[in-house]
């Protein structure tokens, strides 16, 4: 027993000393070495020493800056050092930038240096000292891995003046990477920065025209970090355009940061408030303007629809063109059996029920105005965006659905056409008795503006083949984008306008009789059921405020629709009516200001208990984990979205393959306006919702699955996960 307890007692000791023996000044861990490097064989009293941190990523990883970007942390290091020894603060070489999907990262690739400095004090110990750091840090990929080491050197501490002889291999790192450290702006140079609409502009001066230049703030939450900084040489150095981020409040006293130009020079500003006058650009030679801000191995997101002008489209190919003319045809074509386009059939159905048989030689007539109310509502759909884009604006298809002035329009006007079809009074009678030709003249306009109308109704929803033209068009410049959703439009229209093309087809319809009254009544309930839907958008995105108001709008187009038809084709029954419609618009335009509750007031999007509100921290934490993520972007006025939802993720076995594989399930609620979700729509290519991603960990880009969804799709794509869930 006693000789057990020897041998117990010996293994104790030894286990317990293990750690010790294990410490070195370097450390191999997942996907990087690191080694502490001091550069002096011994160190003198009274006299600082060159130190650091070296790190060797293998490819395709890296570290961080001090500022992450939008996602990282940078290397931290905690020491233990022997008395009158200090340590100064890691010094951070100029860094990269790291594109991820929609984020920007600040870090490093291949390898790095992080130098610092060992204060000796006159009265520190002589004789041997450890010197020991607990270094972490976080090196990714599409991954993120944390890892963490102990280092340790041993250097005697003495006495003789003079620097000691340095250490070989430690030396020939430091003189290799000392160069990349950013040096202070020299005070012949000068930097001032003037705060713009959409960010900052930073004047620099160093005396020579600059070709390349990559801004790095210092401090988080300041800049737009993916936005593309634009660069305008000077006689005398640059200009750099700046997107400032989108939750700053405050302009800073300061603009600190790291500047890199060409050559590798790199030089720590801290910029004041100034005026910066526009210049026109030196004469250079050609150079993109954000050379030095995109050199990375990393993959480049897709540009930015609407948020910069056409230089910052993808070139123009003409392959690419025709492929995205072709699918935003087959998507205009298909975008005719969407359910929010339903209505606006109807009235088609009816209109050719009513001309069939009686006026078959105006049908062409009727399909050409129809085909040209769709593609004017598109020109100038698209007139809108490009305007948009040129001010700066980041927007997508079906935009006009997120302002609730454009929502309560809509929903008025169609529960007035409800109204009259349901057959309370007679849209046309008193044009009519102004004039018979008004008669025909009111038949084409007819024609005319349910081309409009099925365009304006036919936003909220995308249809299959519409998402990647879409978001082609909208990072093109203006004639591709107008060729790409002119061919959007000629889709739409090709069913209706194929028909009046060949009048015998109209041959098949029912013989007019007194039925037709009973279908034009029935028309009316598809379109009171999207005003209804319409209602319950404004209210969940809104509040009840603003439902009240809409609500006191139907009443009042009820009482104008009643003078309309109690006193037909009486002028001063018009002229109530018109007035009654004016208070009716004043009323969708001015209550939205007053009644609508501000977003951060309103409760989180109900949800089941799978799924959680959608943020890209929260994306890149679960993949960090190890989880595959789904995200649905998707809105309340979205009608396609709600289908998706109840036919193909709501169902049990989907629910029960996302369990069984711990994909993490966020909505990305687009109902009102989200600048971030805007964003991550444009990095996956779509201009609109709704949208649906797979996030696998480990690869970098995402699965996007197709517009309209079953059951059967989604599981096939969750069966394409590796069975781990990594």
Not at 138 to 160: N, T
Not at 240 to 261: H, I, R
Not at 583 to 607: D, H, N
């Amino acid at each position: 027993m006693r000789l057990f307890r020897l041998i117990f007692a010996l293994s104790v000791l030894l286990a317990t000393g293990l750690p010790a023996q294990a410490v070195s000044s370097s450390a191999d861990a997942p996907h990087v070495h690191v080694q502490l490097l001091v550069l002096s064989q011994g160190l003198n009293r009274g006299e600082p020493a060159d130190a650091g941190l070296y790190f060797k990523m293998e490819p395709g990883w890296h570290i961080y800056w001090k500022n992450a970007g939008d996602a990282g942390e940078p290397p931290h290091a905690q020491w233990t050092l022997p008395e009158g020894i200090t340590a100064g603060a890691l010094q951070f070489p100029a860094p990269r930038r790291l594109p991820l999907g929609p984020l920007m990262d600040f870090g490093y690739e291949d390898e790095a240096l992080f130098p610092l400095t060992l204060n000796v004090a006159k009265t520190a110990k002589p004789g041997p000292a450890i010197l020991h750091a607990k270094v972490d840090w976080l090196v990714c990929r599409a991954s993120c891995i944390p890892g963490k080491a102990e280092l340790e050197v041993s250097r005697e501490v003495d006495d003789r003046p003079g620097k000691p002889v340095s250490l070989k291999s430690d030396s020939e790192i430091f003189n290799r990477m000392a160069g990349r450290l950013p040096t202070s702006l020299p005070a012949s140079d000068k930097a001032v920065f003037q705060p713009t609409k959409e960010g900052f502009r930073l004047s620099v001066e160093t005396g020579q025209a600059e070709i390349e230049a990559s801004f790095f703030p210092s401090d988080e939450n300041i800049l737009d970090n993916p936005a593309p900084q634009k660069l305008t040489p000077t006689a005398n150095g640059l200009i750099l355009d700046l997107k400032k981020d989108a939750n700053l409040t405050a302009n800073p006293s300061q603009l600190k940061g790291v500047l890199e130009l060409s050559g590798g020079r790199a030089f720590e500003l801290a910029a004041l408030p100034g005026r910066v006058e526009a210049q026109a650009s030196a004469p250079t030679s050609p150079a993109p303007a954000t050379a030095a801000a995109t050199r990375s191995s990393a993959p480049v997101p897709p540009p930015t629809p609407l948020s910069t002008g056409p230089t910052a489209a993808t070139p123009l190919s003409w392959a690419a063109l025709a492929r995205a003319t072709g699918l935003a045809f087959l998507g205009g074509l298909l975008l005719n059996l969407m359910p929010c386009v339903f209505p606006v059939l109807f009235l088609k159905g009816l209109a050719l029920v009513h001309s069939g048989h009686k006026e078959l030689h105006r049908l062409r007539t009727h399909g050409l105005v129809y085909t040209l109310g769709i593609l004017v509502s598109f020109w100038v759909l698209v007139a809108v965006l490009l305007g948009l884009r040129a001010a700066g604006a980041t927007l997508g298809w079906g935009f006009q659905f997120q302002s609730p002035v454009f929502l309560a329009l809509m929903a008025g006007l169609l529960f007035f056409v409800g109204l009259s079809l349901a057959g309370q009074f007679e849209i046309g009678m008193t044009l009519t008795s102004a004039g018979g030709t008004l008669a025909s003249k009111h038949g084409y306009a007819g024609s005319f503006f349910t081309g409009v109308l099925a365009v304006v109704v036919a936003t909220p929803c995308t249809a299959p083949f519409m998402g990647a033209a879409i978001g082609y068009a909208l990072a093109q410049p203006a004639a591709v984008t107008f060729a790409v959703f002119t061919a959007l439009a000629l889709g739409l229209a090709a069913p209706y306008f194929a028909l009046t093309l060949h009048p015998a087809w109209t041959r098949l319809l029912p013989k007019p009789g007194v039925w037709m009254e009973v279908l034009r009544q029935a028309v009316s309930v598809p379109i009171f059921a999207t005003v209804i839907w319409l209602a319950w958008v404004l209210a969940q995105a809104y509040g009840a405020g603003i439902l009240a108001a809409l609500l006191t709008s139907f009443l009042l187009l009820a009482i104008a629709g009643w003078f309309l038809g109690r006193w037909p084709a009486r002028r001063w029954a018009a002229a109530v009516a018109a007035l009654i419609l004016l208070g009716v618009i004043a009323i969708s335009v001015l209550a939205p200001a007053k009644l609508a509750v501000a977003s951060e007031t309103l409760a989180a999007p109900e949800m089941s208990g799978l799924w959680q509100p959608w943020s890209q921290a929260a994306v890149n934490r679960s993949l960090a984990a190890g989880q595959p993520v789904f995200v649905d972007f998707t809105a309340s006025w979205c009608l396609s979205c709600q289908v998706n939802e109840r036919v193909a993720l709501d169902q049990p076995e989907v629910e029960q393959a996302f369990q069984a594989r711990n994909v993490v399930l966020m909505k990305a609620d687009w109902t009102r306006h989200d600048e971030d979700i805007t964003q991550a729509l444009t990095a996956l290519g779509r201009s609109g919702v709704p949208a649906y991603a797979l996030y696998t960990p480990g690869q970098s880009e995402p699965v996007l699955l197709p517009e309209v969804l079953t059951s059967g799709i989604v599981t096939d794509a969750l069966d394409k996960l590796p069975k781990s869930g990594h």
